[in-house]
């Protein structure tokens, strides 16, 4: 895809990653004018598919408090074109893994300890 102009290309870039078998994402953002696309994914195997699959160099983790929940939001981004492209998973997370909350990108089966 080399623009990123119209509604219709900005789905194509998603519906070109379904198909290439990556898994669809649960919450699609696109805002007017399609400077800005925000894909919503539902776990850390499908969010680091989508961001190898864009190209996503940029990486930025926010933990935050949600009335008594910790939580961890992932987000990956690319610019395309002038179109602004993240994809963000939002975790759950516990006080008593300290090391998730810390590591950037916490080894797969870290907390099967």
Same mark, same amino acid.
């Given at each position: 895809?080399?623009?990123l102009a119209t ?13 290439? *078998? ?10 007017? *004018?399609? /400077? ?7 776990? /850390? @195997?499908?969010? =680091? ?8 160099? @940029?990486?930025?983790?926010? $933990? ?16 395309? =074109?002038?179109? /602004? ?17 810390? $590591?950037? =990108?916490?080894?797969? *089966?870290?907390?099967? /300890?």
């Amino acid at each position: 895809m080399t623009e990123l102009a119209t509604r219709a290309q900005a789905f194509g870039l998603i519906a070109d990653g379904v198909s290439a *078998g990556l898994s669809a994402p649960w919450r699609v953002y696109l805002a007017r *004018g399609c /400077r800005y696309l925000s894909l919503s994914v539902g776990d /850390r @195997e499908e969010w =680091d598919a989508w961001r190898t699959h864009l190209g996503c160099p @940029e990486l930025s983790v926010r $933990v935050y408090d949600s009335g008594g929940e910790i939580r961890r939001a992932s987000v990956a981004e690319v610019i395309l =074109d002038g179109c /602004r492209i993240s994809v963000e998973l939002v975790e759950e997370v516990s006080t008593a893994d300290l090391e998730r909350l810390l $590591v950037v =990108d916490p080894l797969p *089966g870290a907390d099967e /300890r």
